[in-house]
């Protein structure tokens, strides 16, 4: 069990180095914000970014809507297909700056990191 604590203003790349684990999970739990993908025709040119960004910030309510959120929760399964992997997992997310990620599979075991706004933590038995 490896503990990683870092005081507010450094890094946390220090803290949580991009394993292969954690760039799944932040891109499955990014997509799942979208709704849904839009089919492009092979010759249309893919959407400016800042309009996909636009269209999403509108279809969730808009600013006004986002500013009054004050915590969130995310949960869902997720599995890594070409590793057999599948479990649940959780993101809890409170303003201003606190987080708590859970992932929980019988391969990879119990993990878990957080930040309270000044110490990031993480809790993984594959890394120690």
Not at 57 to 70: H, S, T
Not at 106 to 120: D, H, P, R, Y
């Amino acid at each position: 069990m490896n503990r990683v604590a870092h005081r507010a203003g450094h890094k946390l790349k220090q803290a949580y180095p991009p394993t292969p684990f954690r760039i799944v999970a932040a891109g499955l739990l990014m997509a799942g914000g979208f709704g849904g993908a839009a089919v492009l025709a092979e010759d249309e040119p893919l959407p400016d970014c800042g309009w996909v960004l636009d269209q999403s910030l509108e279809a969730i309510g808009g600013k006004a809507v986002i500013a009054k959120l004050k915590n969130r929760v995310t949960k869902g399964t997720l599995e890594i297909a070409g590793f057999g992997i599948s479990g649940p997992t959780a993101l809890y997310n409170a303003r201003p700056n606190r987080q708590y990620f859970l992932f929980e599979s019988e391969g990879l075991g119990k993990q878990e990191e957080g930040t309270n706004g000044q110490v990031a933590w993480s809790i993984d038995p594959i890394t120690g």
